[in-house]
Every structure is written in C-alpha cells, then in structure tokens.
T-cell receptor, first 117, second 113 residues
Framework: GAVVSQHPSRVICKSGTSVKIECRSLDFQATTMFWYRQFPKKSLMLMATSNEGSKATYEQGVEKDKFLINHASLTLSTLTVTSAHPEDSSFYIC?????????????FGPGTRLLVL | QKEVEQNSGPLSVPEGAIASLNCTYSDRGSQSFFWYRQYSGKSPELIMFIYSNGDKEDGRFTAQLNKASQYVSLLIRDSQPSDSATYLCAVNAGGTSYGKLTFGQGTILTVHP
C-alpha cells in the first residue's frame, strides 16, 4: 500500500518551454501532496503544499507563477514548470500524505529528473 | 538554529555492526517522527515512523524516541552493504500542518564489507 507514481521519470526540454509533471497516489486518496526539488548532493527542498480543491501554498522564495500546481482530484497533483531555464534543471519529487497511526505520513514518488538545455 | 539536526557523518561501519543515527529537533510540540532512506539518485523511502516515547522495532531497524530530550534515533542491526544510503530524519509538527515535514540534512551511511 501507499504507492505514489510520477510521470515522466525523466525529461529533457529546450529553454523556454513548459514541462508538466504528474504525481498520483495509486492506492489511497491524498488530500495533501507536496512538491520538492533536490539538487545534486543537497537536501530536499520543499517547494509547495498542494491541497485538493484549493490553491497551493508555496514556500518562501518559490515563484508561484513559474511553478504552477494543480491538485485536481484526491489522487492527482500536477506541477508545471513554465518557461523552463537551465537553472531549473533538478530532481523534482512529489509526496502524498496518507492518514495513519502517525497522523499524516508522506510517501514519496520516484521523482522526475528535469534537464533544461 | 536548525529545526531538525542530524549528525551529518559520513558514518562508516563494518558489515554486521550496529549503525546508530541520531536526530534532535527544536519544536517541543512535534508529534510524529519519521526515518527515510534515500539511495543516490533515488527518492526517499519510508523506513519507520514513531510517535510514542520509547523504542519501536521493525526487523533490523529500531527507532527510539525521547520527547523530553527532543531526540530520536535509528539503530540498524547487522548492517549490510545494501544499507549504504543517506538517512533522513523528519518531524511532523502535527495540528494543522497537514503532514508537512521538516527534514534534517541527512546522514550518509556507508557499510563496508
């Protein structure tokens, strides 16, 4: 149980294009999903909290107009990197919160590696 | 001051030994605590969670929580080379945080044959 998928796993795009990443909870419903970014040999950095049916909450310093988040259903959240530039190249990871004994427990997707040329 | 702090390591132990990973947190109201393992180039995977004081065992893994000392640890018994990874301690403040976690910077563990 508690499986989270991400698509695509890897994407290469040209500078200036937009890229959409999907995050799905496969065997549970997730009211809340999270989007992280991780640069090589660095810690996870939370970008935003995605809530089903409402606007995402962005962390300080994350541009909401550049990183568009849509949480259309209890099993799907999408992150769109708009007008991507080489500095946006990173490992993007989503997680979905499942309610259990420890309260809300985050389960991570496998990640999407983005390379912007 | 960091909210969740881990011994950054790297920690190197021989195969078969016990690996001890430590984590302290600053928010006394924190309610649940998680250990994730992250292999190089992969996303984190949940190993264990704990929310009550004391020990919690799952196979070769034991999590220990001491809320009075604001301390949580992970012990790995009979360490294997496949345990070599970065271990992330994460804390959930509870309440209306909706599962938002605060992560430590991670401890790199190397188990050598």
């Amino acid at each position: 149980g508690a499986v989270v998928s991400q698509h695509p796993s890897r994407v290469i795009c040209k500078s200036g294009t937009s890229v959409k990443i999907e995050c799905r909870s496969l065997d549970f419903q997730a009211t809340t999903m999270f989007w992280y970014r991780q640069f090589p040999k660095k810690s996870l950095m939370l970008m935003a909290t995605s809530n089903e049916g409402s606007k995402a909450t962005y962390e300080q310093g994350v541009e909401k107009d550049k990183f568009l988040i849509n949480h259309a259903s209890l099993t799907l959240s999408t992150l769109t990197v708009t007008s991507a530039h080489p500095e946006d190249s990173s490992f993007y990871i989503c997680s979905a919160a499942n309610t259990g004994l420890a309260g809300e427990t985050q389960y991570f997707g496998p990640g999407t590696r983005l390379l912007v040329l | 001051q960091k909210e969740v702090e881990q011994n950054s390591g790297p920690l190197s132990v021989p195969e078969g030994a016990i690996a001890s990973l430590n984590c302290t947190y600053s928010d006394r109201g924190s309610q649940s605590f998680f250990w994730y393992r992250q292999y190089s180039g992969k996303s984190p995977e949940l190993i264990m969670f704990i929310y009550s004081n004391g020990d919690k065992e799952d196979g070769r893994f034991t999590a220990q929580l001491n809320k009075a000392s604001q301390y949580v640890s992970l012990l790995i018994r009979d360490s294997q080379p496949s345990d070599s990874a970065t271990y992330l301690c994460a804390v959930n403040a509870g309440g209306t945080s909706y599962g938002k976690l605060t992560f430590g910077q991670g401890t790199i563990l190397t188990v050598h044959p």
